[in-house]
Nanobody
Framework: QVQLEESGGGLVQAGGSLRLSCAASGRTLSNYAMGWFRHAPGTERKFVAGISWRGYGVTYYADSVKGRFTISRDNAQNTVYLQMNDLKPEDTAVYFC???????????????WGQGTQVTVSS
């Protein structure tokens, strides 16, 4: 089992920045991909960014966040981060951390989810 706990959400004005953290515990993550998804009201939960746990940390981003969001990891702290810059009102959503035992950093079928953290961007 893997437990995931997000933190760092909040309210920010358009153009501002936030950093989300996801602390993982429960088992080794060496063969896992980690990622972030978001769920806005009236829409489906969507992939935001993913990173491999091993090696050089291969990353992948949704087109909507490329150039603005950066995913990173701290293996020693078992933590994954999502740095979000130049935030827009359309980024408003509940952000979820996810983990999947896969090499695919798009996380097609996550096995573990965090509880989510709310990000609200005002215009």
């Amino acid at each position: 089992q893997v437990q995931l706990e997000e933190s760092g959400g909040g309210l920010v004005q358009a153009g501002g920045s936030l950093r989300l953290s996801c602390a993982a515990s429960g088992r080794t993550l060496s063969n896992y991909a980690m990622g972030w998804f978001r769920h806005a009201p009236g829409t489906e939960r969507k992939f935001v960014a993913g990173i491999s746990w091993r090696g050089y940390g291969v990353t992948y981003y949704a087109d909507s966040v490329k150039g603005r969001f950066t995913i990173s990891r701290d293996n020693a702290q078992n933590t994954v981060y999502l740095q979000m810059n130049d935030l827009k009102p359309e980024d408003t959503a509940v952000y979820f951390c996810a983990a999947e035992a896969t090499w695919n950093v798009q996380l097609p079928d996550p096995q573990y989810w965090g509880q989510g953290t709310q990000v609200t961007v005002s215009s």
